[in-house]
């Protein structure tokens, strides 16, 4: 038997245990050590803070580096998985092959950008000709290497829809230790490494990466047994990469407006008081080490989930959402306690004012609480894809990271502007979002599992029965 057949024959929760556990240590890992990136900038013996804001600049683009190739990664995942469910090998491998030429695409439009358009976009954010001189190198060097982001993203997400999820964590870890290590020697010049300076934390960010790339390539072609390799398979196919895109580009919007709610947000919080900014950026940092662990596991359950509905398992399909679902929910309550139990000494890591402090810890205190409904609703989001909702996906994205989230923010703000003692309340402004968009989530779920799900037998192949009915 083939290693796929894993996922339509272990038990549902040790199957989604066993993906998600790696997966959470990866995304756990990129989370701390995008942190340990911004202290090794900000230590620096000149300018450590105009550095520091330089990266704050680039951090858009490279989330939306990021955001596209994770996307169009989830879509393949969920497609890949599908098949691979249905039996079809073909189908399969050909999802495979439009996935890295569209890998290819992706890294040629952020290289051109990375040659033409990184001074425009950084001058066009400030007019310091210091953090514009060093957000500009620190740019253009990770786009024009982004081709290891780029494939890694990709072939990360077809070791997943393998069932291989443990190798595309090793490959993860990986680069994420090469980029911790070279840091200090490039940024510093310890040793025989030359002091580079911003210029050195790009440097060993695009190394990192690429050494993710390299290991996630080897692992595929040697453990994904289910898919085939053929040069013939990487012909652009419209049909193919429109079936990607129907998934996928939901999750490349629900990226890119993490970015946008941030850059937002800035803007807001700033009309109240740039401690306020500095607050909210630094507990951003800190939340994404419990939210990723969220994202782990939603990387869990859309294949899990998608290749249990394209091999028309009802059984497996509701195991896939209950496991996943509360596996969330408790890492969800373990990260709340840890962040209300340690607010204090973790603000404290960090030396800021006593001012800012208050508000980071005031922010730890308030918006932690919207994990319980931000992991429900990034679940939801992974079980949507996984059930080809890449539309209801999109809709719970709009919800938490704009319809619901600056409304309140606005409000809010302008009460604080008028008093300053009501800054506390901005902070509510997250939990509202979330358990507005849990309450759009939950309507969605019932509708798309009524339409998709409730009416699959448990027999092989009861979902492509169902679907060509329906057609």
């Known amino acids: 038997?083939?290693?796929?057949?894993?996922?339509?024959?272990?038990?549902?929760?040790?199957?989604?245990?066993?993906?998600?556990?790696?997966?959470?240590?990866?995304?756990?890992?990129?989370?701390?050590?995008?942190?340990?990136?911004?202290?090794?900038?900000?230590?620096?013996?000149?300018?450590?803070?105009?550095?520091?804001?330089?990266?704050?600049?680039?951090?858009?683009?490279?989330?939306?580096?990021?955001?596209?190739?994770?996307?169009?990664?989830?879509?393949?995942?969920?497609?890949?998985?599908?098949?691979?469910?249905?039996?079809?090998?073909?189908?399969?491998?050909?999802?495979?092959?439009?996935?890295?030429?569209?890998?290819?695409?992706?890294?040629?439009?952020?290289?051109?950008f990375g040659i033409f358009g990184t001074e425009g976009y950084i001058s066009s954010q400030t007019d310091n000709p210091l953090i514009c001189s060093m957000a500009t190198d620190y740019l253009r060097i990770c786009c024009i290497f982004s081709f290891g982001i780029s494939f890694f993203s990709l072939f990360e997400k077809l070791l997943q829809a393998g069932g291989h999820s443990g190798f595309s964590t090793i490959a993860q870890i990986l680069g994420a230790l090469v980029n911790i290590v070279f840091d200090p020697l490039l940024i510093y010049g310890i040793g025989p490494f030359p002091e580079m300076g911003v210029k050195g934390a790009a440097v060993a960010t695009v190394a990192g990466q690429i050494v993710s790339f390299i290991t996630a390539i080897i692992f595929h072609f040697k453990v994904n047994t289910g898919i085939d390799n053929k040069l013939s398979f990487i012909k652009p196919s419209l049909t193919v990469i429109k079936d990607i895109y129907s998934i996928g580009f939901p999750a490349v919007v629900a990226q890119a407006l993490m970015s946008a709610m941030t850059y937002g947000l800035n803007i807001v919080f700033g009309t109240v008081g740039e401690n306020m900014v500095t607050a909210y950026g630094l507990y951003y940092k800190i939340q994404q080490v419990v939210l990723f662990i969220a994202f782990g596991i939603r990387d869990a359950i859309t294949p899990v989930v998608s290749f249990n509905y394209g091999m028309g398992s009802r059984k497996r399909i509701d195991g896939g959402i209950k496991w996943g679902m509360l596996f969330t929910e408790i890492m969800m309550v373990v990260g709340l306690a840890v962040i209300e139990l340690f607010a204090m000494p973790i603000s404290q890591l960090f030396g800021l004012s006593g001012e800012t402090e208050q508000l980071c810890i005031g922010a730890m205190r308030i918006v932690s609480i919207s994990f319980i409904f931000a992991g429900a609703n990034v679940s939801f989001q992974g079980i949507f894809q996984a059930l080809d909702g890449g539309g209801e996906s999109l809709i719970v994205s709009i919800c938490r990271q704009l319809l619901f989230i600056f409304p309140p923010a606005l409000f809010f703000a302008g009460l604080a502007r008028k008093n300053s003692e009501l800054c506390s309340l901005v902070w509510t402004s997250f939990p509202i979002a979330e358990i507005l968009s849990a309450v759009v989530a939950i309507i969605l779920f019932v509708r798309i599992y009524r339409k998709r799900v409730a009416l699959i037998g448990d027999e092989p192949g009861a979902a492509l029965k169902q679907r060509t009915a329906e057609q």
């Open 1 to 112: 038997m083939e290693k796929t057949d894993k996922m339509g024959s272990v038990p549902v929760g040790k199957l989604m245990l066993s993906m998600s556990v790696p997966m959470v240590i990866s995304m756990m890992l990129q989370a701390v050590y995008n942190i340990v990136d911004s202290a090794f900038v900000s230590n620096m013996a000149e300018n450590g803070e105009a550095a520091l804001n330089a990266l704050t600049l680039a951090f858009p683009l490279q989330m939306l580096m990021v955001a596209v190739g994770i996307g169009t990664g989830v879509g393949v995942n969920a497609l890949t998985a599908k098949s691979l469910g249905a039996g079809d090998r073909e189908k399969a491998s050909r999802t495979a092959g439009n996935g890295i030429f569209l890998a290819g695409v992706i890294y040629v439009i952020f290289l051109l």
